[in-house]
């Protein structure tokens, strides 16, 4: 009798760089399309990268700068975490959500980037900070490592056994302790500095949900002291609940006059039971793209039947 072929194992590890969304392979098609710009024609980073001085009329490079990766290096990276991240998220946020929150993130980020370059000028008074070319996508990175945080926190990443809500704050402790062994660090330490916490405040007070028609994430889980140690939070909290303040109060405001509800229905970012819903909705979605390996028994099963 002819054997049937028996049906080989899925690996994980293969599995994770595979599925990729038909979105994130366009993403990865401008950053690399963007890489190619620049080394075919070097003039254009002049006029595609965030250089502070030249922003004004330049206005433009404000979004173009987080599409534009200068170096080899960085495109590779990129794309990679780009097509590996995308599939996590795209599935639980939807495609709209997800440029969307592309797209406000990096220009939120640019702008923060080029405030923060003037002041730093007037402030030293070196021109180094105003003529610098900034650019690259590790901003948005940054920033899907705080929505991975939001939809799956406990889950561990294999290799290294860390949680998933301890990726962002790993990421910038790592990054500032290389920017005291490189010159270079004023071209990336902003941007994923202000990468990490714009995109928390986007996903904490503004993302919108179509299917519950509320905003953001008011779970303790998500507050911005969660990004740090259980002995720093006591100190963290006083400073954040400022913030909080700043950018939610008037829901607060209305929520204490109307217990709460308007007209029957919750406020924006008053019900933290969604935020639990997106948290399982996160890990069916990473339950079904990183599927494990079948067991020994049904491999030794599917052959018997099979020859």
């Known amino acids: 009798m002819k054997a049937r072929r028996i049906q080989e194992p899925v690996d994980p590890a293969t599995s994770l760089f595979t599925g990729f969304t038909k979105l994130c392979k366009g993403l990865a098609v401008v950053l690399v399309a963007g890489h190619i710009v620049v080394q075919i024609l070097p003039p254009a980073v002049n006029y595609l990268?965030?250089?502070?001085?030249?922003?004004?009329?330049?206005?433009?490079?404000?979004?173009?700068?987080?599409?534009?990766?200068?170096?080899?290096?960085?495109?590779?990276?990129?794309?990679?975490?780009?097509?590996?991240?995308?599939?996590l998220l795209e599935?639980?946020?939807?495609?709209?959500?997800?440029?969307?929150?592309?797209?406000?993130?990096?220009?939120?980020?640019?702008?923060?980037?080029?405030?923060?370059?003037?002041s730093l000028y007037y402030i030293t008074r070196q021109e180094n900070y105003l003529y610098m070319p900034i650019s690259g996508f590790q901003g948005i990175?940054?920033?899907?490592?705080?929505?991975?945080?939001?939809?799956?926190?406990?889950?561990?990443?294999?290799?290294?056994?860390?949680?998933?809500?301890?990726?962002?704050?790993?990421?910038?402790?790592i990054a500032i302790a290389i920017s005291f062994f490189t010159a270079e660090s004023a071209t990336y330490l902003p941007t994923l500095i202000f990468g990490t916490y714009m995109s928390w405040i986007y996903l904490r007070y503004f993302q919108r949900k179509p299917e519950t028609k509320l905003r953001g994430d008011p779970s303790d889980e998500f507050a911005f002291s969660s990004?740090?140690?259980?002995?720093?939070?006591?100190?963290?909290?006083?400073?954040?609940?400022?913030?909080?303040?700043?950018?939610?109060?008037?829901?607060?405001?209305s929520t204490e006059a109307n217990d709460d509800t308007l007209g029957g229905a919750p406020?924006?970012?008053?019900?933290?039971?969604?935020?639990?819903?997106?948290?399982?909705?996160?890990?069916?979605?990473?339950?079904?793209?990183?599927?494990?390996?079948?067991?020994?028994?049904?491999?030794?099963?599917?052959?018997?039947?099979?020859?």
């Not at 799956?152 to 290799?159: G, N, R, T």
């Not at 990004?227 to 405001?253: K, N, Q």
């Not at 935020?275 to 099963?301: I, Q």
């Open 141 to 173: 990175l940054a920033g899907f490592l705080v929505g991975i945080k939001q939809i799956i926190p406990d889950q561990e990443l294999s290799l290294l056994r860390i949680k998933a809500k301890w990726f962002s704050s790993l990421m910038l402790l």
């Open 267 to 307: 406020l924006p970012g008053s019900d933290p039971i969604e935020a639990t819903r997106r948290r399982e909705r996160g890990a069916r979605a990473l339950e079904e793209r990183l599927a494990t390996a079948p067991s020994a028994e049904e491999l030794k099963k599917d052959a018997s039947e099979n020859v």
């Open 227 to 253: 990004f740090f140690p259980e002995f720093l939070r006591p100190v963290i909290d006083p400073i954040a609940l400022i913030f909080h303040r700043m950018l939610c109060g008037r829901f607060e405001t």
């Open 49 to 87: 990268a965030l250089i502070p001085a030249r922003t004004i009329p330049f206005v433009w490079n404000l979004i173009t700068a987080g599409y534009i990766e200068q170096s080899i290096y960085g495109v590779v990276a990129s794309t990679l975490c780009l097509l590996i991240m995308g599939k």
């Open 91 to 118: 599935p639980v946020w939807g495609s709209k959500e997800f440029l969307k929150f592309i797209f406000i993130a990096n220009f939120l980020i640019s702008v923060c980037v080029f405030i923060t370059a003037i």
